[in-house]
């Protein structure tokens, strides 16, 4: 997100700094983290026990106290990323950042993120609102110490251009709409959605299927069955024009659009990239990785459990490091357990307790659909009749501005999301001419699992005190917005996997492609009931790998068509499976050292190809430089480097001249691609008569000869000195003035640029956009090792730091440790913890 602040805060900010105040103004936000504070609203004593990295454990009596306790460390820790999110998840940012923001906000707002969570919220049972109203009380009782600055650097910046804000008290809502957040930009397929609407007016239906091809079914592993299972029958689909009459539209997905729902995709697809990507840009490397292997292959003989969440980077990391404990459980205080939380969200979500551990992927089930909705006035067309859309103002305070109001329209399926800005006017206005429709409005309306009230607030916590498998599901059976892919291990030895999610059951189509909303006969019917959900408990072959490939097999129920391809999947089996034959028991460290396994599957299937061209010149010197090459993507590799840029040319030269929103990313979708093509050697994909190119080896030979003089540009004429690293780069980026295009303003709060290895669907994730260049753009967002046979030999790793607070000594401490791929020691025992501790702080009741 880019906030432009404007030469005014930068005189004011290099004044401060000449001042000599600017080391006081920083550090004036650090918390008191020993000693002992009085806080209102205790009822005991609670300690919080950091290490040298400053990783909070805290230890009370009751649930109350425990998560009052977390509320107010979170809120010592990062309560500026607190207020932010909530003002994003709000649709309130202009009342933050002004008038540039109301875009944005009003895009929110027709989604109703934060209206869904006061459902969510009243629709808890009574121990699960508690635990939210003490977490809240927790962080106001922390806001009632301190202000402005007081709080964090940022709002000393912030009060530059917006002096009157003061953060309002924090409540159960604010939590619970974090989740709606997640939920969006874990959203599958909606993306894939439009791409396809907008590739069908281009090509024909043929080639956009090669372009979207199915899960290689015979070939990559799925999660519950752990091999390739044959491939499902072909779905039938039933082209679509906007000017389909309602009675006679069939009901199946489209297989083409015409230019006039081609535009209102585009416009509504350009305000979906204007939304704040909390957890990251949309893509195939929007995942992660989870595997869990059984005792039977430990040299402890109990299981072991590995996780690394793909998430776009930020400063400070998505997730931050907690334990909570109760000094005895009880009937009033049942948590022990530790791993990674959110910031303003209570509990642990991805971690451990005395009895099991669990880790997250991506499920990605197709959860959303579009539909193209004939409008008039205030009402829809629906199965011939007239229905009244169902309206609701929204008033938008903008700071420095007047206040704006919007209408927000829905029809039974969901809202309208084409109301907002005046392309989508322009759209609306040309459409009937361009479809050939008689007179009338005609929209896009989205119908989403997220816009329904659900059940993952109360989720949290049944993970947390879950003791065994049935309890596990039990919690799963919670999770249902974003469906998540859960990994399970427990001390008495078991290991599982379970699909949770609340995903649709279509009357009509596949999810693939918009549908008419003019006739009943499109829409869903019901959801998936989760017994009918992909589980697993102690597989056969001793372990469960999770990375965002296919669930289970095409003969259960429809979770989506559009999973990740696989390879990293394929990668880790692979690495398991060796291992497994050279009968070597796996311990800690060799689950760790697969989290980093650089291997591109992209690279392997190119390099025999390449290695049979004949070549001469720069294109020659590529290929002897690609000759001895491994196809691992380690940061020092001249030849990874020279190979990403070889295949971004390579996109570029083939798919250029596709619509600029489906400039290839090339990750998985296009090593998919691509690779089928390599055996199609005089396929069309492979002309491109502007560069006089014809054929698979000589596109081959011009994308080898470019790639060299870009390199050298870029890289210096020595390719000696060539690293992957050198071009692909992570800077740590804060959310809200890390982009801000004030240099001092970045300077405080954004770190790096850290070189890495690795890239987009490669087991070390660390993926990146060929449509816009090499830096990074997807990182591991932490990685964690669970040891069952002792919770003290974990290890585990943030991408950032435990603090929010720019230059804190633990604001990027961790980044270092992650760049080079280490794990630090994980203390979760009390004696552990003890052991361990730097600071000691102990908050104890007023009076």
């Not at 009574?126 to 106001?140: E, I, L, P």
Request: hydrophobic share 40%.
């Amino acid at each position: 997100m880019r906030f432009v602040i404007g030469l005014l805060i930068t005189v004011l900010v290099l004044a401060v700094l000449a001042a000599g105040l600017g080391w006081w103004t920083v550090q004036r936000s650090f918390p008191t983290t020993n000693g002992a504070v009085a806080v209102p609203g205790l009822g005991a004593e609670v300690t919080v026990i950091r290490d040298d990295a400053g990783i909070p454990q805290l230890y009370a009596e009751t649930d109350r106290d425990l998560f009052f306790a977390q509320g107010y460390v979170h809120a010592q820790d990062r309560f500026w990323e607190m207020d932010f999110r909530r003002h994003v998840t709000a649709g309130r940012l202009a009342e933050l950042f002004g008038e540039s923001q109301v875009g944005t906000d009003a895009f929110i707002r027709t989604l109703d993120w934060r209206g869904i969570a006061e459902q969510e919220y009243e629709a808890l049972d009574d121990t699960s609102q508690a635990h939210y109203d003490d977490y809240a009380a927790g962080v106001n009782a922390y806001l009632a110490e301190r202000s402005g600055p007081d709080l964090s650097l940022e709002y000393a910046v912030l009060g530059l251009q917006n002096p009157g804000y003061s953060p309002e008290p924090w409540s159960g809502v604010d939590s619970i709409a974090w989740l709606k957040a997640m939920a969006w930009d874990l959203r599958s397929n909606l993306g894939d959605e439009i791409d396809r609407a907008m590739l069908s007016t281009a090509l024909p239906a043929d080639e956009v299927a090669r372009l979207h091809p199915d899960f290689a079914w015979g070939t990559m592993p799925t999660i519950v069955d752990g091999q390739p299972v044959a491939a499902p029958a072909a779905l039938s689909s039933t082209p679509l024009t906007a000017g389909d009459d309602p009675d006679e539209t069939d009901a199946a997905a489209a297989s083409a659009l015409d230019p006039g729902v081609a535009g209102a995709l585009a416009t509504l697809s350009a305000a979906i990239d204007g939304v704040p990507e909390l957890l990251g840009p949309e893509g195939g490397d929007l995942g992660s990785n989870s595997w869990v292997v059984s005792g039977a292959l430990t040299e402890s003989g109990l299981p072991l459990l590995a996780n690394d969440p793909h998430l776009g980077p930020a400063m400070p990391s998505i997730w931050t490091q907690m334990g909570l404990h109760c000094v005895e459980i009880t009937e009033t205080c049942g948590f022990d357990v530790a791993g990674y939380s959110f910031s303003g969200l209570p509990g642990i979500v991805i971690g451990q307790n005395a009895d099991i551990a669990w880790g997250f992927t991506n499920l990605g089930p197709d959860v959303a659909d579009l539909y193209l909705e004939r409008v008039t006035g205030d009402s829809y067309t629906l199965d011939g009749a007239q229905v009244p859309l169902t309206l609701r103002e929204e008033t938008i305070e903008v700071a420095g501005g007047d206040p704006v109001t919007i209408t927000v329209r829905s029809t039974a399926r969901g809202p309208i999301v084409t109301d907002i800005g005046d392309d989508f006017g322009a759209v609306a206005a040309e459409y009937p001419a361009a479809s050939t429709q008689p007179d009338g409005d005609y929209e896009v309306s989205l119908q989403w699992t997220a816009l329904s009230p659900g059940t993952t607030a109360g989720a949290i916590f049944a993970l947390d005190r879950a003791h065994d498998w049935n309890g596990f599901r039990a919690a799963a059976a919670l999770f249902d917005v974003p469906a998540q892919n859960l990994i399970y291990a427990d001390a008495a030895g078991n290991i599982g996997y379970q699909a949770p999610g609340r995903i649709p059951v279509r009357k009509s189509g596949d999810g693939t492609l918009p549908l008419p909303g003019w006739t009943s006969a499109n829409g869903w019917s019901g959801t998936i009931p989760f017994d009918d959900l992909p589980s697993v408990l102690n597989p056969p072959a001793g372990y469960i790998v999770t990375a965002n490939n296919a669930a289970a097999g095409p003969d259960g129920p429809m979770l989506t068509m559009d999973w990740d391809y696989g390879y990293r999947a394929a990668g880790i089996d692979r690495l398991i499976r060796d291992r497994i034959d050279a009968g070597e028991a796996f311990t800690v460290d060799s689950l760790a050292a697969i989290q980093l396994d650089t291997g591109d599957a992209n690279a392997d299937a190119f390099l025999p190809v390449i290695a049979e061209l004949e070549l001469s010149g720069d294109a020659a010197r590529g290929a002897e430089l690609l000759s001895d090459w491994d196809g691992s993507a380690e940061a020092d590799s001249a030849q990874a480097a020279y190979f990403a840029v070889f295949w971004r040319t390579l996109l570029d030269d083939m798919f250029g001249d596709l619509p600029d929103s489906a400039q290839p990313q090339g990750g998985d979708r296009w090593f998919n691609v691509v690779g089928t093509l390599l055996a199609e050697p005089d396929d069309s994909w492979w002309t491109n008569e502007e560069l006089g190119v014809t054929g698979r080896d000589a596109m081959i030979a011009h994308a080898l000869d470019s790639a060299w003089s870009e390199s050298e540009q870029r890289l210096g004429s020595n390719p000696d000195s060539w690293r992957w690293g050198r071009l692909h780069t992570l800077t740590l980026t804060n959310q809200s003035f890390g982009e801000s295009g004030v240099g001092p303003i970045e300077w405080l709060f954004n770190r790096g640029p850290y070189e890495l290895g690795g890239g987009s669907s490669i087991v070390n994730a660390i993926g990146w956009d060929a449509s816009i260049g090499y830096g990074v753009d997807w990182v591991p967002s932490m990685r964690m090792v669970v040891d069952l046979s002792d919770r003290d030999a974990s290890r585990w790793i943030n991408l950032t730091g435990a603090s929010g607070h720019a230059f804190h000594p633990n604001y990027s401490d961790q980044a270092p440790l992650w760049q080079r791929g280490e794990l630090r020691d994980w203390a979760v025992t009390t004696d552990a913890v003890k052991a361990n501790a730097r600071d000691i702080l102990t908050l104890t009741p007023e009076g």
